[in-house]
């Protein structure tokens, strides 16, 4: 596939069943949270653009512990990770982020769990999120390739609400892709 990115424009692309079905075929399927999404480009990150990934999820109880009620720091974690890994799987599809330009989507699932790496999470809670379905998002702002290291560096942004424009939590994540080079 030719690279899409035109700076001009916002180009978006739209949600694909099989693709989130690939992209969560690691998780158990009462922790596949992440329902739907899309994938809105703004330039590449690596040259000041942004990559924004928006989605809704459903929590329809706890993997791990007894109904708290409310959205927790757990849940804000495997929340994170699979819609990052939807939209790193959608970029690399569409050619949309330089730094995967050698990637397939086969090498991408070879790496999606051992490679890709949080070295930095912080979370902020606002108020409380009821996770029985919520909305999404998450900013990919910075993106480097650290060939000496054989190591892709990405900067990220993410919150989620009860509704669209709303912000229950935040946080800021940085990711290291591992082993970049070994295709």
Same mark, same amino acid.
């Given at each position: 596939?030719? !690279?899409?990115?035109?700076?001009?424009?916002?180009?978006?692309?739209?949600?694909?069943?099989? %693709?989130m079905?690939?992209? %969560?075929?690691? $998780?158990?399927?009462?922790?596949?949270?992440?329902?739907?999404?899309?994938?809105?480009?703004?330039?590449?990150?690596?040259? *000041?653009g942004?990559?924004?990934?928006?989605?809704?999820?459903?929590?329809p109880?706890?993997?791990?512990?007894?109904?708290? *009620?409310h959205? /927790?720091?757990?849940?804000? /974690?495997?929340?994170?990770?699979?819609?990052?890994? $939807?939209?790193?799987?959608?970029?690399? !599809?569409?050619?949309?982020?330089?730094?995967? =330009?050698?990637?397939?989507?086969?090498?991408?699932?070879?790496?999606?769990?051992?490679?890709?790496?949080?070295?930095?999470? #912080?979370?902020?809670? /606002?108020?409380?999120?009821?996770?029985? !379905?919520?909305?999404?998002?998450?900013?990919?702002?910075?993106?480097?390739?650290? #060939?000496?290291?054989s190591?892709?560096?990405?900067?990220?942004?993410? !919150?989620?609400?009860?509704?669209?424009?709303?912000?229950?939590? /935040?946080?800021?994540?940085?990711?290291?892709?591992?082993?970049? =080079?070994?295709?």
């Amino acid at each position: 596939m030719s !690279r899409i990115i035109d700076d001009t424009l916002p180009i978006v692309i739209k949600h694909d069943d099989t %693709l989130m079905a690939d992209v %969560l075929k690691p $998780y158990f399927k009462h922790t596949a949270y992440l329902k739907f999404a899309d994938v809105y480009i703004e330039g590449d990150p690596a040259h *000041g653009g942004k990559i924004t990934g928006k989605g809704w999820f459903e929590i329809p109880s706890s993997c791990y512990i007894e109904d708290t *009620g409310h959205f /927790n720091s757990v849940e804000f /974690n495997i929340s994170y990770n699979q819609i990052m890994y $939807y939209v790193i799987a959608a970029s690399i !599809r569409h050619k949309a982020m330089q730094v995967f =330009n050698n990637w397939t989507l086969e090498t991408y699932f070879k790496k999606q769990l051992p490679d890709i790496l949080i070295v930095n999470l #912080k979370s902020k809670f /606002n108020k409380p999120l009821i996770p029985k !379905r919520f909305y999404g998002e998450i900013d990919f702002i910075e993106t480097k390739l650290i #060939k000496s290291n054989s190591l892709i560096y990405i900067k990220t942004y993410c !919150r989620y609400s009860d509704e669209p424009g709303k912000i229950n939590c /935040n946080g800021e994540v940085d990711l290291a892709i591992v082993k970049a =080079n070994a295709l």
